[in-house]
């Protein structure tokens, strides 16, 4: 069973630029969530979407926005980019909403804004 | 997550128990407790998930306080591989995780 495939794995962008990065999630999942890992604020929730809704959405600018497909597939969308969204992006797949079972995360993608 | 707080770091030698805490003073009841590794250039792993009782699973123990406020996550034999960054969650949908801070297990042979 394939795992959480994210794309691409690496990316550099300059600021003003947008970006989009895509998450499959795995086979039969459909809650897909997104996350931020930066080394000074570490691990945190920016969106998750199941059946192609946003459910849940943390404390990011409007700049950050997402989606998600019929597949289930997810990406999100960074606009206007600044220096301080260089970071990790993961995203984590699961079966259901609500269902606190676990979560499966994708290696990341590695944002590098100059 | 600010209101989920870790050590740092932990030292163990190798063979031998971790106990791994946590504190989550404000956590509500419907909570649940989940406890994740990440591995450098990896996406954290799973580790174990709980709600008010004590759970156990083929990688680890999970012990909760009875008023919920903290938690410890029990390895019971370190190995090697079981280096990593843990970082312990709170999760209130299932799908929204809040991260601790993590603390960063050095096993030593």
Redesign the interface.
Known sequence: KAG?TQTPRYLIKTRGQQVTLSCSPISGHR?V?W?QQTPGQ????LF?Y?SETQ??K?NFPGRFSGRQFSNSRSEMNVSTLELGDSALY?C?S?PG????????????TRLTVV | DAKTTQPNSMESNEEEPVHLPCNHSTISGTD?IHW?RQLP??????VI?G?TSNVNNRMASLAIAEDRKSSTLILHRATLRDAAVY?CIR?N???????G??TSLTVIP
Not at chain 1, 42 to 45: A, D, I, P, R
């Open positions: 959480v809650s969530s996350y570490g691990l945190q929730f998750e199941f459910r849940n943390g993961l984590a699961s909403h609500g269902m606190n079972t676990e979560a499966f995360f994708g290696q990341g | 649940y994740y250039s990896q996406g954290p792993e799973y998930h709600l970082y999760s949908t299932g799908n929204q995780f809040y991260f801070t993590g």
